[in-house]
């Protein structure tokens, strides 16, 4: 089961999660040339192994465990990570698609600043 990034990443991507990642999973990384337009970063669902690194390194914990641990509520951002893996233009067009849809639909969790805004996915 791959690890999560969700909503706490926007507005924060910051990559201390790619600079802790022992396999390079997590994208885009600062030197690629998709990280200037990406919202978010994402975990490749494949590539992850689980190891767990990332999620105390991420200042806004952001990253869940699963897909299982992930709230309902972020699950188009499930699926965000998992197309982006991808790696070409239009995948990375329809994950950026799909972070727009949860922003959208979602305008009560996004409203709460970055840092809290793990904290608050229970109430919603
Ligand atoms: S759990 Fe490990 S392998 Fe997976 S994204 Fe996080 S640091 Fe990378
Ligand atoms: S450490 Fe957290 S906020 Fe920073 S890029 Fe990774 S998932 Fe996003």
Redo the contacts with the bound molecule.
């Keep these: 089961m791959?690890?999560i990034i969700t909503d706490p990443c926007i507005e924060t991507k910051d990559t201390a999660?790619v600079d802790?990642?022992?396999?390079d999973?997590?994208h885009p990384r600062k030197d690629e040339a998709e990280f200037a337009e990406a919202t978010m970063l994402y975990?490749h669902p494949e590539e992850?192994?689980?190891?767990?690194?990332?999620v105390p390194a991420c200042p806004v914990a952001a990253?869940y465990e699963s897909i299982d641990a992930t709230p309902s509520h972020q699950a188009t951002l499930i699926e965000a990570n998992a197309v982006y893996r991808l790696g070409d233009a239009d995948a990375m067009a329809q994950a950026e698609a799909l972070v727009q849809q949860h922003v959208a639909a979602h305008p009560d969790i996004m409203a709460i600043p970055a840092a809290e805004r793990q904290a608050s996915h229970a109430r919603f």
């Design positions: 791959p690890f999660c802790v990642c022992p396999v999973c997590i975990i992850c192994i689980d190891c767990g690194a990332c990253i």
